[in-house]
């Protein structure tokens, strides 16, 4: 059974203070690497996806792969009460659906 | 630049009732994926297309099919419908060979 831990949360922080989320997987087969963003009832949103070891970044995103510790990771610097929301870790194979986390809830306070 | 787009995004139907839900992929994505999320749930896969073929299946029940048609749009049929099969409906498209898929806003599906 291939899976992706997340912490559930709620991951609260202050305002202007780095967020870090974290995931997990078991498939050692899987080759891409996403974080989508998911606002209550709407679609999830592609936030940042990393296919290689060591850090991606974007804006205020950072995306950091491990893939010999199985470990994938998401900074949100200078954090801002928009970006809470439930961040959901996916992965995948060529081709192939993606397997998600069960998310951690984000709360950024003002 | 243009997204998936999904139809209906609301839909109510009664027990037993069938639905169909229908998946219009970004321009030049040959690629379709149909994931179901319930509430307070991740999304699961359903079943996805690769240029008109069954390319993967997942947790779809039987009353469900699906397919995808010469224009890449592809439809999800759902009959018979059960109470636990109200969900958000969410589609993806890809590009055949890449990994990266883009959701839709989805369908949200009542069955009363």
């Known amino acids: 059974q291939k899976e992706v831990e997340q912490n559930s949360g709620p991951l609260s922080v202050p305002e202007g203070a780095i967020a870090s989320l974290n995931c997990t997987y078991s498939?050692?087969?899987?080759?891409?690497f996403f974080w989508y963003r998911q606002y209550s009832g709407k679609s999830p949103e592609l936030i940042m996806f990393?296919?290689?070891?060591g850090d991606k970044e974007d804006g205020r995103f950072t995306a950091q792969l491990n893939k010999a510790s199985q470990y994938v990771s998401l900074l949100i610097r200078d954090s801002q009460p928009s970006d809470s929301a439930t961040y959901l870790c996916?992965?995948?194979?060529?081709?192939?659906?993606?397997?998600f986390g069960k998310g951690t809830t984000l709360s950024v306070s003002s | 630049a243009a997204g998936v787009i999904q139809s209906p995004r609301h839909l109510i139907k009664e027990k037993r009732e069938t639905a169909t839900l229908k998946c219009y992929p970004i321009?030049?994505?040959?690629?379709v994926y149909w994931y179901q999320q319930g509430p307070g749930q991740d999304p699961q896969f359903l079943i996805s297309?690769?240029?008109?073929?069954?390319?993967d299946k997942g947790s779809i029940p039987d009353r469900f099919s699906a397919q995808q048609f010469s224009d890449y749009h592809s439809e999800l049929n759902m009959s018979s419908l059960e109470l636990g099969d109200s969900a958000l409906y969410f589609c993806?498209?890809?590009?055949?060979?890449?990994?990266?898929?883009?959701f839709g806003p989805g369908t949200r599906l009542t069955v009363l």
């Open positions: 993806a498209s890809s590009i055949s060979g890449q990994n990266t898929q883009y």
């Open positions: 498939d050692r087969g899987s080759q891409s």
């Open positions: 990393i296919y290689s070891n």
């Open positions: 996916a992965v995948n194979q060529a081709g192939t659906a993606l397997i």
């Open positions: 321009p030049r994505h040959d690629t």
């Open positions: 297309f690769y240029e008109k073929m069954q390319s």
